[in-house]
């Protein structure tokens, strides 16, 4: 990709997996980025989920590890709780299907990571790096 100059190198990959099932949001990457891990948790305030810290792994051919390998901070935010809908989570399997998604959390997902991208953006550290000019 031809990218402008200024995001040739990204400040963050937030890895959304197994996403809309469960009963609870997981917030994984705490303990080797804590200040994004905190972002999220703190976009993650009001939401009515419970939501839960993990640890980030880099397990083979993950989304995100190739970021990790290159220094750029990465936050996992998966759902929680092992439960579909219609039983027990079957994602990632030819048995997953609709009746799993529970529409409460990945509607708290989707606000979770709104916010979470919106603050990281904004922060004045990211316009620096960026060269870029927020308004005050």
Partial sequence: ANLPRQLQRPIAMINLDMTG????IRISG??????LASTAAAAGEGLGTKILRGELTIPPNSDYGPFMERGIPVLGITSAGGRGQGGPMRGHTPRATMDQINPEIAAAIARLLFGT???VANRKETAKSLNLHLPA
């Fill in 117 to 119: 991208a919106w603050q």
């Fill in 30 to 35: 705490g303990e080797k980025y804590p200040d």
């Fill in 21 to 24: 099932v469960g009963d609870s």
